[in-house]
């Protein structure tokens, strides 16, 4: 029996009187309190306990060491308690990490209506293009646009991340939409990455992906700059929905080659394993996967283009 158990135990026989007693209130047998006890008065050497044949009292230093075990083992039940509401409450401080282009448009608007149903808890959200590892850098937990490897982190799927071939109505009624991708390498395209030479565009058809080579208009690190370009008319662009959507839906980009799609990537929540999963994390990550699900509401042109598919024209 450890000291904190055996402190119990002593404190039990104090209050009870007697170690059937205090045996019979901790499950166990009358010989393992009696030998707890024991345990004590050699480590402290002091008798702790006067023994009757009818009752237990304790000794001078026995009530003295009583009086401090009630008080340790009450600090400790507290502090247990506040650990277990932790992880049953949403306190402290939620740490998020997320790509920048998402995490402005659409994880920060999610954040801040969080916020209003959980206003005991303090949110840090730090937003970075690289990869954050949750365990290394202390985040509770990093969102992800990409397909993922296998490591040793959790992932939970929050969402698609749709990806198009959009031009603005201005450069196709210039150039005219591509009919296949071959035709991409003649045709000025902004890209993302780091350089201008030779890029190439991951498309699929029936299952099958394949890469394109593309023409180099303008490379770019960011999606935004890429987005800006193609409204104002210069070219060509693969980007997610959730950054061109809206402007799909108000007619501002149009997309092509619907027929060879870009293969779609996830929006992940990533986190640590961890059995005791605490609340502030498990009911952040509950609440982005309703918020968004599996047509989120960037992707509403979508659903507005198959309506227009299946209507029917009145006679």
Same mark, same amino acid.
């Given at each position: 029996?450890?000291?904190?158990?055996?402190?119990?135990?002593?404190?039990?026989?104090?209050?009870? !009187?007697?170690?059937?007693?205090?045996?019979?209130?901790?499950?166990?047998?009358?010989?393992?309190?009696?030998?707890?006890?024991?345990?004590?008065?050699?480590?402290?050497?002091?008798?702790?306990?006067?023994?009757?044949?009818?009752?237990?009292?304790?000794?001078?230093?026995?009530?003295?060491?009583?009086?401090?075990?009630?008080?340790?083992?009450?600090?400790?039940?507290?502090?247990?308690?506040?650990?277990?509401?932790?992880?049953?409450?949403?306190? !402290?401080?939620?740490?998020?990490?997320?790509?920048?282009?998402?995490?402005?448009?659409?994880?920060?608007?999610?954040?801040?209506?969080?916020?209003?149903?959980?206003?005991?808890?303090?949110?840090?959200?730090?937003?970075?293009?690289?990869?954050?590892?949750?365990?290394?850098?202390?985040?509770?937990?990093?969102?992800?646009?990409?397909?993922?490897?296998?490591?040793?982190?959790?992932?939970?799927?929050?969402?698609?991340?749709?990806?198009?071939?959009?031009?603005?109505?201005?450069?196709?009624?210039?150039?005219?939409?591509?009919?296949?991708?071959?035709?991409?390498?003649?045709?000025?395209?902004?890209?993302?990455?780091?350089?201008?030479?030779?890029?190439?565009?991951?498309?699929?058809?029936?299952?099958?992906?394949?890469?394109?080579?593309?023409?180099?208009?303008?490379?770019?690190?960011?999606?935004?700059?890429?987005?800006?370009?193609?409204?104002?008319?210069?070219?060509?662009?693969?980007?997610?929905?959730?950054?061109?959507?809206?402007?799909?839906?108000?007619?501002?980009?149009?997309?092509?080659?619907?027929?060879?799609?870009? /293969?779609?990537?996830?929006?992940?929540?990533?986190?640590?394993?961890?059995?005791?999963?605490?609340?502030?994390?498990?009911?952040?990550?509950?609440?982005?996967?309703?918020?968004?699900?599996?047509? /989120? /509401?960037?992707?509403?042109?979508?659903?507005?283009?198959?309506?227009?598919?299946?209507?029917?024209?009145?006679?």
């Amino acid at each position: 029996m450890d000291k904190l158990e055996a402190m119990n135990a002593f404190a039990r026989v104090v209050a009870r !009187g007697s170690y059937a007693e205090a045996a019979r209130a901790l499950g166990l047998t009358r010989s393992a309190v009696s030998k707890a006890v024991m345990e004590l008065e050699h480590l402290l050497g002091a008798r702790l306990l006067d023994r009757s044949t009818r009752r237990v009292t304790p000794t001078e230093a026995g009530l003295a060491y009583y009086e401090r075990c009630l008080d340790i083992l009450a600090r400790v039940e507290e502090t247990e308690a506040q650990v277990s509401r932790l992880h049953d409450e949403p306190r !402290g401080v939620l740490k998020i990490n997320a790509p920048v282009s998402f995490g402005v448009l659409h994880l920060a608007p999610a954040v801040a209506d969080f916020m209003a149903t959980h206003p005991d808890l303090a949110i840090e959200l730090a937003l970075t293009d690289r990869f954050v590892d949750p365990i290394e850098e202390g985040v509770d937990v990093t969102v992800r646009i990409a397909r993922l490897a296998d490591s040793s982190l959790v992932a939970r799927r929050l969402a698609p991340a749709r990806r198009v071939i959009v031009a603005s109505p201005e450069h196709l009624a210039r150039y005219g939409a591509p009919a296949a991708p071959e035709d991409l390498a003649a045709r000025p395209c902004l890209s993302y990455g780091h350089t201008t030479t030779l890029p190439r565009w991951r498309l699929s058809r029936d299952g099958e992906t394949f890469d394109v080579a593309v023409g180099a208009a303008m490379c770019s690190n960011n999606g935004d700059v890429l987005r800006l370009a193609a409204l104002a008319g210069r070219g060509l662009t693969l980007l997610p929905t959730f950054l061109v959507g809206p402007d799909i839906a108000a007619g501002r980009l149009v997309p092509v080659l619907d027929d060879t799609p870009p /293969p779609d990537l996830g929006i992940h929540a990533l986190y640590a394993p961890n059995r005791y999963l605490a609340a502030k994390t498990r009911l952040f990550i509950d609440f982005l996967v309703a918020r968004f699900g599996p047509e /989120p /509401p960037w992707d509403a042109f979508r659903r507005a283009v198959g309506a227009n598919d299946q209507a029917v024209p009145s006679p």
